[in-house]
């Protein structure tokens, strides 16, 4: 842990508030950070919806899973495509395509007891 006080001590963070982190980790960006934050899965869910998946319900029954999944769909690169396909209704048929958690939402899609119920 010294190692990481010792490489805190001189850092200047700069005008550019870059963060010290960079400055003992710096093949990681705080770029790369952004990216992963569970805030920009938001996809996720719609995604879930879209195949008449409960999101709700599979975090309650699958919490770790979910926030895995959650994560790939953070770090995902095709983000435009999956809002596109969300925006235009045709996610259900062209996920399989490009997302990351396709297995994973496929067989939650399969499970009777993931199904939203319609009323």
Do not use: W
Not at 15 to 37: D, K, M, V, W
Not at 72 to 83: F, H, L, M
């Amino acid at each position: 842990m010294d190692f990481l006080i010792e490489g805190l001590a001189g850092t200047d963070n700069g005008a550019h508030g870059r963060h010290c982190a960079n400055t003992i980790f710096p093949a990681i960006s705080t770029a790369q950070f952004a990216l992963a934050e569970p805030r920009d899965a938001a996809e996720m869910t719609e995604m879930m919806k879209a195949l008449n998946i409960d999101p709700v319900e599979a975090e309650f029954q699958y919490r770790r899973l979910y926030y895995g999944m959650e994560a790939n769909c953070a770090g995902c690169r095709d983000k435009d495509r999956c809002r596109a396909d969300l925006a235009s209704n045709t996610a259900a048929e062209n996920f399989r395509d490009y997302c990351d958690n396709e297995a994973l939402l496929n067989e939650m899609r399969a499970d009777p007891e993931m199904l939203r119920a319609e009323g």
